[in-house]
């Protein structure tokens, strides 16, 4: 089984190291990790947390790679902002990635996990518009970013009672940010968390993954989004039947931002 979304203790939420997964992979049949730390700009924010200093998690990542061992990738979770993107695109010239997940996770200048006020004054229907609108900027401006990570990460939030996004509700919007992936050859990830937040689905649900599939989209990665070796590829088995139910083949693994393809039958066995 091949993880291609692990964070360790380098990122400020990560509770397992490098050298615990390690070990731990190879005792459940793990024998591929991308590490994907998290790269959030928090400049001008009201927060206590740092952006990550890359060349220190590239040295320590260095220290433990060994793929006669175990098979490992040195990759990264950027959160995308729209007036970041200069800023951004210049530290990843910079740095040997061999994967890049784009992500929302500050949206407006509100970290959604940590200030609720992003949903202040707006009903569930605008605060998902608000942050559609904002993938679609990121989709649009950035060029630097292999597949866009959990794509309806915003329904973990705001505390609504109805979590899951209906796919015609949001049609317009989804269908734009899926066609504009699709022309830039982006990918999209199955993200296994969705189950560990209690929405009995991964990211994206079903009917996103379903669309972009009808569209054309071919670019699929798995990622447990582990942030403990307990969640390595955690639910794996589950997400690989959705794909073949979807009508998936294979899943991507990039090496130096190729993406290469796996068929989803080798693992399975």
Do not use: W
């Amino acid at each position: 089984m091949k993880d291609c979304h692990v964070h360790t203790n380098i990122s400020h939420d990560g509770i397992s190291s490098i050298s615990e997964y390690l070990t731990y992979a190879s005792k459940i049949g793990v024998d591929e990790i991308t590490f994907t730390e998290h790269y959030d700009d928090y400049t001008d924010l009201d927060t206590n947390l740092k952006t990550l200093n890359i060349s220190e998690y590239y040295n320590t990542y260095l220290l433990y790679k060994n793929d006669d061992i175990l098979k490992t990738n040195f990759g990264i979770e950027i959160g995308l902002q729209p007036d970041l993107v200069f800023k951004t695109e210049d530290m990843v010239s910079r740095y040997p990635f061999d994967f890049i997940i784009g992500s929302s996770h500050i949206t407006c200048k509100k970290d959604m996990a940590m200030d609720k006020s992003f949903f202040d004054g707006y009903s569930r229907k605008e605060a998902y518009l608000r942050y559609f609108n904002e993938v679609l900027q990121n989709v649009m401006l950035y060029n630097e970013f292999d597949v866009y990570g959990h794509l309806d990460y915003i329904v973990r939030y705001g505390g609504y009672a109805s979590t899951k996004i209906e796919y015609d509700e949001f049609k317009e919007i989804l269908d734009e940010i899926l066609v504009h992936l699709i022309k830039k050859g982006k990918g999209i990830e199955l993200n296994t968390s969705g189950n560990r937040y209690g929405l009995g689905t991964p990211h994206p649900n079903m009917d996103i993954l379903q669309r972009y599939k009808e569209l054309g989209g071919k670019i699929i990665t798995l990622g447990s989004d582990a942030h403990k070796t307990t969640d390595l590829a955690r639910n794996f088995d589950d997400a690989l039947d959705i794909l073949e139910n979807v009508g998936y083949k294979e899943i991507a693994v990039y090496h130096k931002r190729i993406p290469d393809f796996v068929k989803i039958e080798t693992l399975k066995k």
